[in-house]
């Protein structure tokens, strides 16, 4: 199978706040994690393409950003491209992604 991801991806569980533009907001569970996005577990359908807002927490630092849906399993979770991560934010996220455990 061809992985077309640009950065590594971890497992990475945590509580996420969803925010769409014609959806109410919702939370979801991640399932893992990368520089380029999250994969969520969840039972809610959108839209590839739709932008989300997002707020989880990794390694006790809140991140808010924007994503966009990359892909849906109907009834299993959603693949979301991150759009705008300050480089603090992935600094954070780095320490998740790049530690040797």
């Known amino acids: 199978m061809n992985d077309r991801r640009s ?10 706040s969803l925010l ?4 109410p907001p919702f939370k979801a569970y991640s399932q893992d994690l990368s520089l380029g996005g999250m994969y969520l577990n969840t039972q809610q359908q959108f839209s590839q393409g739709m932008i989300l807002q997002l707020r989880f927490t990794v390694e006790d630092a809140e991140i808010r ?3 966009e849906v990359v892909h849906c399993q109907p009834g299993a979770g959603l693949g979301l ?7 603090d934010q992935e ?5 998740v992604t790049e530690s040797d455990e």
Do not use: D, P
Not at 20 to 23: Q, Y
């Open 7 to 16: 950065s590594r991806r971890v497992i990475y569980q945590t509580e996420v």
């Open 20 to 23: 769409g533009s014609a959806s």
């Open 65 to 67: 950003t924007m994503a």
């Open 81 to 87: 491209k991150f759009l705008s991560l300050t480089a």
């Open 91 to 95: 600094a954070i996220i780095r320490t």
